[in-house]
């Protein structure tokens, strides 16, 4: 027999069963799943994000791949979005969130540089000074008068000058300085108004408050002015918002007409700038001086430096049209 006959024995021409009859899997050789269970529920594109879309695709191609044809005519909703990986929203939101702290970042950068250019400005206070007024412990002017008046002695071991101190004023009676400049240079008159204006008294309890004890001498009235410097100093930094401080110094008798002069100090931040940026003790080292022991100071060139210019004969007055007074001030030939 053939290998290639179809007689096969057993089956003869009128017995073979027909093919149309037979059974559908007699041998169970048939996937009892459906094939089309397998397929994705949804159809994804085998082309990269860099692919040629159907769109930009030329004419002259019209080979298209069957997955981009499937693509274009799949609803806007179940496509994907070609160029975005599946996790890019939250890609984004991640990127969104270190953008955010980058910009914090920057901003308390921005911050810290400008601490640090207000730090060049003026010393933290804890490194400023070793003693500082007591926060809820009453009027840092009055703790800062207490502090200072008290170092500074006379030759007998008494405290030299009485000290007060508060806002510009005398009985009550608001005082606006008035700065007048020398003819020389105009006799212009500066209106200090509406400035917060810290007034500070030195009494040595002697007659018009001059110093009661001993002879005036330039190196005791270099002392005051040491004491009227360390004052101001210390309101500037220890309290807030000040424009100026005024100092009524205790009046002297000149040696030739034994007249009493009434000299006042006039600081303004801008004028102590420098101590304000460096310790005070690199302004003002200790201990206190003494009439005797100030020339020998280091104090003595740094307070002639600072305080020189800063001196004015002073006077008050009466507004005629407001409820106030002006403290005059006129600079010293």
């Not at 024995?9 to 093919?19: I, S, V």
């Not at 910009?103 to 804890?126: E, H, M, P």
């Not at 030195?202 to 001993?214: F, N, P, T, V, Y």
């Not at 005797?292 to 430096?305: D, E, F, G, H, M």
Request: hydrophobic share 35%.
């Amino acid at each position: 027999m053939s290998l290639f006959d179809d007689d096969r024995p057993g089956e003869e021409e009128g017995t073979r069963p027909d093919p149309r009859e037979r059974p559908e899997d007699p041998a169970g050789t048939k996937p009892r799943h459906d094939p089309d269970a397998l397929l994705p529920h949804t159809r994804e594109s085998l082309l990269t994000a860099n692919s040629v879309d159907v769109a930009d695709a030329p004419e002259s191609e019209p080979d298209v791949l069957p997955e981009k044809v499937v693509a274009a005519t799949e609803p806007e909703a179940d496509r994907p979005v070609e160029g975005n990986a599946p996790h890019a929203a939250r890609f984004q939101f991640v990127y969104g969130v270190l953008i955010g702290v980058g910009i914090a970042a920057l901003v308390a950068a921005v911050l810290a540089f400008s601490g640090s250019n207000d730090r060049t400005q003026r010393v933290q206070l804890s490194n400023w000074s070793a003693w500082q007024p007591t926060r809820g412990a009453g009027d840092p002017i009055q703790q800062i008068i207490d502090h200072v008046a008290p170092e500074y002695r006379l030759a007998s071991g008494k405290q030299a000058v009485a000290v007060t101190g508060g806002p510009s004023q005398v009985q009550g009676i608001p005082l606006v300085v008035a700065l007048r400049s020398d003819p020389a240079n105009n006799g212009d008159v500066s209106i200090l108004d509406n400035k917060n204006v810290v007034l500070y008294r030195m009494c040595g309890l002697g007659k018009d408050c001059s110093i009661k004890e001993g002879k005036p001498s330039k190196e005791r009235g270099l002392l005051m002015r040491r004491e009227a410097l360390e004052l101001a100093l210390y309101t500037f930094n220890y309290v807030a918002d000040i424009d100026a401080v005024t100092i009524l110094m205790p009046p002297a008798a000149d040696p030739k007409t034994k007249k009493l002069s009434h000299v006042a100090l006039l600081f303004r931040p801008q004028d102590v700038q420098p101590s304000l940026q460096n310790p005070l003790a690199d302004t003002l080292p200790g201990p206190t001086p003494s009439v005797r022991t100030l020339p020998r100071s280091p104090n003595v060139s740094v307070i002639k430096a600072i305080t020189g210019s800063l001196q004015y004969d002073f006077s008050i007055t009466q507004d005629n049209a407001n409820n106030r007074g002006y403290l005059v001030l006129d600079t010293i030939p």
